[in-house]
């Protein structure tokens, strides 16, 4: 299916009117998508929204897209690794889970067929896989619900250059020259802020939350090299992000019509 591109003014849902979503959802691909962040430090250079803002930006191409609509971000993540460092916010997991998850719920209510659950904070992914089950014991399964981390579709190395020993895990390269491509005037130019924690005493830890805290506590809160970024480096980490998830995107939404087709000739006949 082709998917009718939308304008800049019609891509987020608090703009509208109650009546032009009525509109909206009387269309078969009526198709939402939430934004997840959180609200943390990342580095002396970027600002505290950095993983919300991405997400953000993220969303608004895949509405523009796939002809969907963006809702406003949910801000606040879970972020205690980083609570050492003014003015982090975190929230308990069932915080999170049962706010996105009444938030599902509201918008298949109001008509809703299609939602897309779009986290962009690490700290988040292992606590979102319950979203999906704590809708359907509500809403049962008369909803088209993918909940995907912006980066679940890249190749190796992309998420390597997210992730990883060698670029860092936070407010490194990758990080830095998304946000710099987004809201470059909220990028401080520092000199170098580069930081790699001092990982002798890892041993066979797994770096989880708490050693993760543990590794940067004291630092400048850096974990790589933001110095190698650019923001023609974020413009070409965000079309690979966008094509990316928008190839995964239109497959899945081309099955859930097919699906509602089949429903819908079932229930005339």
Not at 100 to 119: E, H, P, W, Y
Not at 190 to 203: A, E, G, H, K, V
Not at 245 to 250: G, S
Request: aromatic fraction near 8%.
């Amino acid at each position: 299916m082709t998917y009718r591109k939308r304008s800049e003014k019609s891509l987020q849902l608090e703009t509208w009117s109650s009546p032009e979503v009525q509109r909206y959802i009387q269309k078969d691909n009526s198709f939402g998508i939430i934004p997840v962040g959180s609200f943390e430090q990342h580095g002396p250079h970027a600002p505290l929204g950095t993983d919300t803002f991405i997400c953000m930006e993220v969303s608004r191409r895949l509405a523009r897209k796939l002809g969907g609509v963006a809702l406003p971000p949910v801000w606040f993540g879970i972020s205690d690794e980083h609570m050492d460092f003014a003015g982090t916010v975190t929230v308990a997991p069932d915080t999170l889970c049962n706010l996105i998850t009444d938030i599902v719920v509201s918008l298949r209510a109001a008509g809703f067929n299609k939602i897309l659950v779009l986290n962009g904070h690490g700290g988040n992914v292992p606590y979102l896989g319950s979203v999906k089950e704590k809708v359907r014991q509500r809403v049962g399964q008369d909803v088209f619900l993918s909940v995907i981390s912006y980066w679940d579709k890249l190749s190796e190395r992309g998420k390597m250059m997210l992730s990883s020993l060698e670029w860092g895990f936070h407010a490194n390269e990758y990080e830095t020259s998304l946000i710099s491509c987004i809201f470059p005037s909220m990028v401080k130019k520092l000199r170098d802020i580069r930081n790699y924690p001092d990982l002798s005493s890892l041993n066979d830890q797994e770096l989880n939350e708490k050693v993760f805290r543990d590794l940067i506590k004291g630092s400048n809160g850096v974990w790589g090299d933001p110095g190698r970024a650019s923001i023609k480096k974020g413009r070409s980490f965000l079309g690979t992000i966008e094509l990316s998830l928008n190839n995964y995107l239109a497959h899945e939404l081309d099955s859930q019509n097919e699906d509602l087709a089949v429903k819908r000739v079932s229930k005339n006949w």
